[in-house]
């Protein structure tokens, strides 16, 4: 009877709230879910401020709805505000403390925030609640390691392995304790064990690893081989195949999986180029392995066609060694890519300068310019340059000059003195001295002690009209401007050359003899036009026996040249020396 009471009480009770207010909470659910749907479509468009306020709207409709603060707290973590993200994580918890992923963030916040006793009470309420799942677990084990609690990771290694079987997590946690502790035959055995339940790469290549690091080389190649076989494109055991056919001096092999390291776009670009730059450090073999270590850089960049900084540490590889035709592919394919890069062009066009494709470079730095007007001023020397060895004088003095007016502008007294020195330059080319002397003055002015223009100006006063002496004033101006240029350099053979003529033609044959003879000993050696001048010193002082051996020497350069005019010409002058050295031993 008290049963059928109680009943029939409650059923009173629920029958006396109104029909209106009833339909009034249903609708103020429906409100706080349509705020929320808003919300998630700001959150999405990363609208920080209007997911605050439609959460908050939310929570004025329906003050129980722990979705809201949720969202807040994600919006607080992506602006690294944690105190207001622990807030409302906490509230939401608070009004549903089943939900997994509010517990776990806010776990990884106590992480964070380094609140470790926090962070443990609840990932091990979160493993007694959730027990399938792995996270809470992991999160756990990385707590107890760092801070000593081995026998705890382990027992949870063994739990979570009893809940979902055999995983890497708990795996790999028993190899991590068992190496921390120096117990590196225990940690190879868990994997080992682990591997026959359920092969995995991953084991595999770690178990190579260890025997790698004790010298084991033959049983880490056997391991390496396992993960390979299972997952051809592993890059863990590539690399390390590649590093023991290396340790063990088989380069042909380590050529093979270098090659396959290099071309695999899972590979870390960082690690590439590291190991890039540390085989590079050995020229010796680099040299004898040049034509596979071309082929391995091409497969660096033919890895990923549309990354550049693989393509640029390429090229720049493959040029230093020599193999400039393979080099200039890999800066066009990426240029495909990248028609107007600024990086990317700057170093096709100092790649072009480099391997004096003047004719090419003349185009790019063209189209460069017209891309780049703005930056006018840094790319017209390319294709002046291009001009200028072309032989396209009139062409490079216009490039040259075109920006004389925005160098002064901006100052920069060292690019315009290099501007009026090659328009110098070009002017003697084209056999116009007095125009080329105006604009070696004007450099001079800039900087009166340059000694690359002094140098050039000396010589072409001292040697401007072939088969006539200059002017006695010219002379006397050419040996101070060649003196003043030697005493400004660090002893650069050619201004000892032109100091060591322009005293011979002085008449100071004794000076003349010793700066030729620095500027032979200085680099001069493999130069026959100043071998041949040497020589003439010789001659004229009649010291016929080392004249006639320097001439042997210039005319041997002169036929590797192949220039034969000189080489006729020096013919003569050796004969004519011989004859001189001959009748002086006869007297």
């Known amino acids: 009877m008290r049963r ?33 749907i808003a919300a998630q479509m700001a959150y999405n468009n990363h609208q920080a401020d209007s997911v605050r306020i439609l959460c908050r709207q939310a929570l004025d409709f329906n003050p129980a709805n722990d979705a809201a603060y949720y969202m807040m707290a994600k919006v607080a973590l992506v ?3 944690l105190e207001e993200a622990e807030k409302d994580l906490v509230a939401a918890v608070g009004l549903d403390s ?6 776990a963030t806010l776990g990884a916040l106590y992480m964070q925030n380094n609140d470790t006793p926090a962070a443990m009470k609840l990932f091990e309420k979160l493993v007694e609640k959730f027990p399938s799942k792995s996270e809470p677990y992991l999160s756990l084990i990385n707590l107890y390691v760092p801070r000593g609690m081995q026998d705890k990771a382990l027992a949870l290694a063994d739990k979570l392995e009893q809940k979902t079987g055999p995983n890497e997590a708990s795996v790999m946690t028993r190899f991590r304790i068992y190496s921390s502790q120096g117990e590196s035959e225990k940690a190879i055995q868990a994997l080992i064990d682990a591997d026959e339940k359920t092969p995995n790469s991953l084991y595999e290549g770690y178990i190579a690893d260890l025997y790698a690091g004790n010298g084991k080389d033959s049983l880490a190649l056997v391991w390496y081989n396992k993960a390979l076989s299972a997952e051809a494109d592993y890059v863990p055991a590539i690399y390390g195949k590649m ?41 010796v073999f680099y040299q004898q392995y040049r034509e596979g270590m071309a082929d391995c850089l091409m497969e660096l960049a033919n890895a990923d066609p549309a990354d550049s900084s693989a393509a640029i540490t390429s090229a720049i590889y493959l040029s230093r060694s020599g193999e400039t ?19 990317l062009r700057g170093n096709m066009l100092s790649f072009l300068y480099s391997t004096q494709n003047w004719k090419r470079l003349e185009s790019f730095a063209d189209s460069s310019m017209a891309i780049f007007p703005d930056q006018a001023a840094d790319l017209f020397q390319f294709k002046g340059m291009a001009e200028y060895n072309l032989n396209k004088y009139d062409d490079a003095i216009k490039t040259f000059l075109s920006q004389e007016k925005a160098v002064r502008k901006q100052k920069d007294t060292a690019l315009l003195l290099q501007i009026y020195s090659l328009v110098g330059d070009m002017y003697h080319s084209k056999k116009d001295d007095k125009t080329a002397f105006k604009y070696y003055d004007k450099a001079l002015k800039l900087n009166p002690d340059d000694p690359s223009v002094l140098n050039n100006y000396a010589w072409y006063l001292a040697t401007g009209t072939p088969g006539q002496m200059p002017a006695r004033k010219d002379l006397q101006r050419a040996v101070q401007m060649a003196k003043t240029a030697v005493e400004n350099s660090s002893g650069e053979f050619h201004y000892l050359d032109t100091y060591g003529w322009v005293l011979f033609l002085a008449g100071d044959k004794e000076q003349a003899k010793k700066y030729l003879q620095q500027a032979v000993a200085y680099g001069g050696s493999e130069d026959s036009g100043i071998l041949t001048r040497y020589a003439d010193v010789l001659t004229s002082l009649r010291e016929f026996d080392i004249a006639v051996i320097y001439y042997k020497k210039a005319l041997l350069k002169a036929a590797e040249s192949g220039d034969q005019a000189e080489v006729d010409k020096l013919t003569l002058r050796l004969q004519a020396a011989t004859a001189l050295q001959e009748d002086k031993n006869d007297n």
Not at 254 to 269: H, I, P, Q
């Open 4 to 36: 059928f009471l109680a009943i029939f009480l409650l059923f009173a009770l629920a029958s006396t709230v109104s029909p209106d207010l009833q339909a009034q909470d249903a609708v103020s659910i429906s409100k706080s879910d349509s705020c929320m």
């Open 79 to 81: 602006e690294m505000n």
């Open 98 to 103: 089943s939900n997994y992923y509010y517990l």
């Open 243 to 283: 590093q023991t056919y290396r340790r063990q001096k088989n380069y042909g092999m380590y050529l093979v999986y270098l090659k396959s390291f290099l071309g695999n776009r899972e590979a870390d670009y960082d690690i590439k180029k590291a190991h890039l730059e540390e085989a590079m450090k050995n020229p």
């Open 325 to 343: 035709e393979k080099a200039g592919k890999v800066l066009n394919n990426i240029l495909k890519y990248y028609p107007e890069d600024r990086y």
